[in-house]
Structure formats: C-alpha cells, structure tokens
C-alpha cells in the first residue's frame, strides 16, 4: 500500500523559511517523479516543483529563487525548503508521486503553510 505523509508546515511571518518533508512508503523515490503541489482558498491545486528520479527538478515561476526541491532516496523522502515566504504562498501543500510502473498518482493527505504579512 503506497502512503505519503506530509509534515512540517505551520504558520511563519513573511519573510521567513519553512521545510516540509513528505514520508513515501509502499513506493519508492529512486524510480518515480514526484511533486509538490499547493492549494490555495477557491483556487485550483497548482504545481510548485517536482523532481525526477535522477534528481532533475523544476519550478513553478512563482517560487524560483525562493523554494529548493530535495529528495533523500535513501529515507524515501522528499524536502521542501521555502525560503522568503510570502503571503502569496498561504496554501495547503500536497506531495504527490507517479508509479511510472502503474501510471497511478498517490497523494499525500496536506499539510497547511500559513505565511502572515
């Protein structure tokens, strides 16, 4: 049974830095992309980055410079680091995985980043 967890969001005054990390388990990171998304209030669910399984990433325009996507294969683990938070950023913010094997996509439950003006 593949699971994603999500943690580390919270509420943090503009300006600062929050990581969230996503647990993977059932599936592993090594061999499959995997994004994170965010959703904020009335809008719909939009891609901040993703990485590969080598390790390439990308970014919404929005986050460049700022937000950093990590992955540490090894604890099946995949890093947000968001730097320079904005209000803009107030989202709930969602893991996601492709099985490259099943072309199923497995979501994490969400954790909610509050940024304060």
């Known amino acids: 049974q593949v699971q994603l967890v999500e943690s580390g969001g919270g509420l943090v005054q503009a300006g600062g830095s929050l990581r969230l990390s996503c647990v993977a388990s059932?599936?592993?990171?090594?061999?499959?992309?995997v994004g994170w998304y965010r959703q904020a209030p009335l809008k719909q669910r939009e891609l901040v980055a993703s990485?590969?399984?080598?390790?390439?990433?990308m970014y919404a325009d929005s986050v460049k410079g700022r937000f950093t996507i990590s992955k540490d294969n090894a604890k099946n683990t995949v890093y947000l680091q968001m730097n320079n938070l904005k209000p803009e950023d107030n989202a709930v913010y969602f893991c996601?995985?492709?099985?490259?094997?099943?072309?199923?996509?497995?979501w994490g439950q969400g954790t909610q980043v509050t940024v304060s003006s």
């Open positions: 059932g599936i592993g990171l090594n061999t499959n992309p």
């Open positions: 996601k995985i492709v099985s490259l094997s099943t072309r199923v996509d497995y």
């Open positions: 990485i590969n399984s080598g390790g390439g990433s």
